[in-house]
């Protein structure tokens, strides 16, 4: 599935030349409107034409198409607006409007089809708030409202409370029937939502990594001198990623890339805790060497289950462990039951211990364990020999042990 590679925002501290939605001080609990619109664009994704790495030129018919985008209009759709203010952004229509609110508020978000390019149905799913099923703009055949396809002329009113889990930046995208033509071309967007008593920051810079056509983008520019440039003063800081715990550093070049690269908010919604660790150890000066570049690569690669596994393995390791006693055996039936018992592969534990192993959770069991092993992040161990007994055991590999390290959020400052 083609999806966002990342969406992410980095913001600067500092005062506020905002907008209302974080006005220092304002009251809780208000009501925030936002006009949207689907609107058909010719999209240069390289308008010099030119790959300054290569020293190539690109060619114009790989570069430019049409497209639909998300738009922001004054109320009623009267005219268009900036998706972003231009102090945070360049002016760019990908991605879309930057939606901003306060743990409290609630939003209405005034969606209206204009898409007379594809003249498809589309609609506006968002990530991190609350809702009531008849805003959340996901298509499901059979079941769903008009808020999953709003028809082209037509209008929707999705509306959303930022409640306490909340906080922090999440993305938005259509989910209509055409959501990956949609999501391809360019129908994405952010929204930045602070906590109640959360300073807000001078800018936000959205970063978007993206395929779209034969390129990987950012904010639907490709090349060096084609993609956004984000300015800032000396002094100021780059927060990204404030709600995994620590206190916000720059993130070192060697590993920021990688990570925009590897987050993907779509295909990873249930490892968001893990990518939010990285994250913050590779920001943090304290932890930063914890984090790997290979990392990043290994956690894309990782679904929930063969990362809970992995999970407990290494905590069954370093549970009251000395150093030298982190790499022990463990029996294959163990880590079976343990797999059962956490509910993966569709097994349950109950209260006595007893664990449910039909034979397709002997079989994904059996898929995960090969899946870590390839990664090498635990090892089959065949130095190990019990008369007797099914001679299969496993250990946490030294890599396996760095890299959980790196997924663990950074213990908090004394």
Same mark, same amino acid.
């Given at each position: ?263 993907? #908010?779509?295909? +990873? *919604?249930?490892?968001?805790?893990? /990518?939010?660790?990285?994250? @913050?150890?590779?920001?943090? &000066? $304290? ?14 690669? #990782?679904?929930? +289950? *063969?990362?809970?596994?992995?999970? /407990?393995?290494?905590?069954? @390791?370093?549970?009251?462990? &000395? $150093? ?29 211990? @007893? ?60």
């Amino acid at each position: 599935m083609r999806t966002l590679a990342i969406a992410g925002v980095l913001a600067l501290a500092g005062f506020g030349i905002y907008e209302a939605a974080f006005a220092e001080g304002a009251p809780a609990g208000r009501t925030i409107d936002y006009w949207v619109a689907a609107v058909p664009v010719v999209w240069n994704i390289a308008p010099n034409g030119h790959d300054a790495i290569m020293g190539t030129m690109v060619s114009r018919p790989d570069t430019v198409r049409g497209t639909v985008v998300y738009r922001r209009y004054s109320p009623h759709w009267r005219k268009p607006e900036p998706n972003a203010p231009r102090s945070s952004s360049d002016g760019l229509l990908i991605p879309g409007p930057l939606i901003q609110a306060r743990v409290g508020d609630q939003l209405r978000i005034h969606f209206k089809n204009m898409d007379t390019l594809r003249r498809e149905p589309h609609s506006m799913h968002f990530h991190g708030v609350h809702y009531e099923p008849s805003s959340d703009g996901a298509y499901v055949p059979g079941f769903s409202g008009e808020d999953a396809m709003v028809r082209p002329g037509h209008t929707y009113t999705y509306v959303l409370n930022a409640g306490d889990d909340s906080a922090g930046v999440w993305p938005y995208h259509d989910h209509s029937p055409s959501m990956m033509d949609s999501i391809e071309g360019g129908m994405y967007g952010m929204l930045s939502i602070l906590g109640r008593h959360e300073r807000a920051p001078d800018r936000e810079f959205e970063v978007v990594l993206a395929p779209m056509g034969k390129f990987m983008t950012i904010d639907g520019r490709a090349f060096v001198g084609n993609t956004p440039i984000f300015r800032a003063k000396v002094g100021e800081l780059v927060k990204m990623a404030k709600d995994a715990g620590f206190t916000p550093q720059a993130v070192p070049i060697k590993l920021l890339f990688p990570l925009l690269e590897g987050a993907s #908010l779509e295909e +990873d *919604e249930d490892l968001h805790t893990l /990518w939010a660790a990285l994250l @913050a150890n590779a920001a943090s &000066p $304290e932890n930063e060497e914890r984090v790997r570049p290979a990392f990043i690569a290994t956690l894309r690669q #990782l679904s929930r +289950d *063969e990362a809970e596994l992995l999970n /407990w393995v290494y905590t069954r @390791a370093t549970n009251g462990m &000395p $150093e030298q006693d982190l790499f022990q055996p463990i029996h294959e039936t163990e880590m079976l039951e343990a797999y059962a018992g956490l509910g993966l592969g569709g097994g349950r534990g109950n209260g006595d211990g @007893a664990r449910s192993i039909t034979a397709a959770v002997n079989w994904l069991f059996g898929s995960c364990l090969g899946t870590l092993e390839a990664e090498q992040l635990i090892r089959t161990r065949f130095d190990i020999i019990k008369v007797g007994e099914r001679n299969t055991f496993y250990s946490l590999t030294y890599r396996g042990f760095q890299f959980v390290t790196a997924c663990r959020p950074p213990k908090p400052k004394s």
